[in-house]
């Protein structure tokens, strides 16, 4: 008899992913997506773009004091970020 190699599905789209150099453009989504369920409702109404370049997100917000604010926790949401999407995809968060 032989053993089969058994994989789940989740691992097998996963690894499709990898090989074809999705699976961080997919992170990168899930993490711009993540963004408003993450701060709030809010601090949302404020946003008005969320995009990722070179690993920083960038969020431009309409309120220079709430821009403020969120610049000082800035680390804080880099966590829950990377956490909610389960990888560590950005470093940073720039408010502009």
Known sequence: M???????????VLQSLRVNGLETPLLQKRIVDSWQEVVGEMISRYTLNVYIENQTLVVRMSSPALRQELSM???????LL???VGAKVIYNIRFC
Request: charged share 50%; proline share 0%.
């Open 2 to 12: 032989f053993k089969r190699d058994v994989k789940s599905i989740k691992d097998i």
């Open 73 to 79: 926790r800035r680390d804080y949401y880099v966590e």
């Open 82 to 84: 990377n956490n909610k």
